[in-house]
């Protein structure tokens, strides 16, 4: 008895052993893959407590750990109110990511913890946007169509079949008014909802306000210093927008990759992509990258006078004119936005930026984008077998063609990570918002919805016709 007793005692000592080395492990060199993990959970929580005014908790529940890997069960979160910082440890106590608050910029990753350094950035002053009672998109009221059409529309929209799993909003617009929408549970009109990769196409918006004023081309060259000694001086400015650069960038997110190195591991977000290798020549080879997108914003904020004029820009040459008051792009630690995913705004203002492309660039009679740049935007590139276009915008939605679900083949889209989309079809002069947290693993499609939406706005349109002829 006494011989089995001392084995116990040496496995348990064994066992402690491993424990506090673990431990100190976790504490000392914690893994990466850790830190993109905290770095996640910080940035999400932060942005949608501070800029959604969601309750934390219900953030880190359904937005963090529902739909996600495992191991973000495990970690846990703290917020500081007054000083606007969120923090995120693995199992409360290991891996330490942060989230900054900065008003009108919305959060940044803080992964060096230079907390400091980060509210050092270039400020934005917040701005109260005027109340006005003008219907949808002169102001914010909207007159809801109580006929069959309009009733056919409510119904469809609230039928989970086609509204998808976890829909946080559903807008649609038809001959410039919103005639549906829907919200899930929590969320309405006023609650700002993460783009993630609709923020690509909104990001080259913001270029075009610089080709019309001829501070950027299509054709420009020679984009970094670092790039100036090899064939990288060769890539144009047109070849980023339709990810045809040929630079190396993996995009997955499963893993410490390219991308979450960027988003969650580096305060400078430019860094991976301005330092990658060119694998293939330019025009050659479509490579879906995230990098690219963030350092089309340094490129575009390099053009204005000062880091000031730059964080001002998107708001003054874009948000500002469309009447999109509650968009709020994120910039990263060191000042850059990050054009690749973090816009935030309202449904109804998703909608309002659909309608601007939907208009060719034009509102309210005044040309913001030169002719021909949605043009562009809706041109396929040949690398991309077709799906996806010249300036940031996709020819085909989730998982096939517009001609596989018998949509118009005008229609443009927006799309972004766990089921944001923003459909534009010129020719049935219509737009449509769905927004969600919906995973690719639900093989959600909201070309389904679209579908029956053409269907009854144009059926209703028919039965129309007659009486607008009296």
């Known amino acids: ?16 052993i491993i424990v506090a080395s673990g431990a100190v492990w976790l504490w000392v060199w914690p893994p990466e893959l850790l830190r993109v993990g905290d770095g996640y959970a910080a940035k999400i929580v932060c942005s949608n407590t501070f800029i959604a ?42 891996a330490p990511n942060y989230a ?45 169509g109580q006929d069959e059409t309009g009733r056919a529309l409510s119904k469809l929209l609230a039928n989970q079949d086609f509204a998808g799993p976890a829909m946080r909003a559903i807008v649609v617009v038809k001959n410039g008014h919103i005639v549906a929408e829907a919200y899930g549970d929590g969320f309405d009109k006023s609650t700002p909802l993460i783009g993630w990769s609709m923020t690509k196409t909104v990001n080259a918006a913001i270029i ?16 970094l210093p670092q790039w100036s000694n090899d064939a990288r001086k060769n890539i144009k400015l047109s070849d980023l927008l339709s990810m045809e650069s040929g630079l190396a960038f993996n995009e997955g997110y499963g893993a410490v990759s390219d991308v979450t190195r960027m988003l969650y591991l ?6 991976v992509a301005a330092n990658a290798p060119q694998e293939a020549a330019a025009g050659e080879r479509f490579n879906y990258s995230s990098g690219t997108a963030t350092l089309l914003s340094r490129l575009w904020m390099n053009k204005l006078p000062n880091e000031s004029a730059a964080i001002a820009y998107p708001r003054e040459a874009l948000f500002a004119p469309l009447g999109m008051s509650s968009a709020v792009l994120e910039a ?25 492309l939907l208009q060719d660039g034009v509102w309210k009679g005044q040309r913001l984008l030169p002719e021909g740049f949605v043009g562009a935007m809706r041109t396929p590139t040949t690398a991309s077998e077709g799906i996806y276009t010249q300036v940031q915008a996709w020819l085909a939605g989730p998982g096939g063609s517009n001609a596989q679900f018998g949509l118009p083949a005008d229609t ?59």
């Open 53 to 94: 005014r969601r309750d934390p908790e219900r953030i880190m529940a359904d937005d963090v750990q529902a739909p996600g890997n495992p191991a973000l069960k495990l970690v846990q979160v703290s917020v500081n109110r007054e000083e606007g910082v969120v923090t995120a440890r693995f199992l409360g106590m290991f």
């Open 332 to 356: 990263d630690e060191r000042g850059t936005f990050v054009g690749s995913s973090y816009l935030y705004a309202t449904p109804r203002d998703w909608a309002r930026f659909g309608q601007f």
């Open 412 to 470: 443009l889209w927006m799309l972004g990570h766990d089921g944001q989309s923003v459909a534009i079809v010129p020719s049935a002069n219509l737009v449509l918002v769905r927004m969600g947290l919906t995973p690719g693993w639900l093989d959600y499609k909201p070309q389904l919805l679209l579908k029956k939406i053409l269907d009854i706005t144009s059926a209703g349109q028919e039965m129309a016709q007659p009486e607008l002829a009296e």
């Open 208 to 223: 075009g306000r610089l080709m019309l004023s001829g501070r950027m081309s299509f054709d420009d060259q020679n984009l």
């Open 1 to 16: 008895m006494r011989l089995i007793s001392r084995v116990i005692g040496a496995l348990v000592l064994l066992l402690l």
């Open 100 to 144: 900054l608050y900065r008003g009108a910029l919305g959060c940044t990753t803080v992964p060096d913890g230079d907390l400091p350094a980060a509210r050092s950035a270039v400020f934005l002053n917040k701005v109260r946007a005027a109340k006005s009672d003008s219907l949808w998109p002169d102001g914010d009221r909207v007159a809801l």
């Open 266 to 271: 580096d305060p400078d977000s430019t860094r």
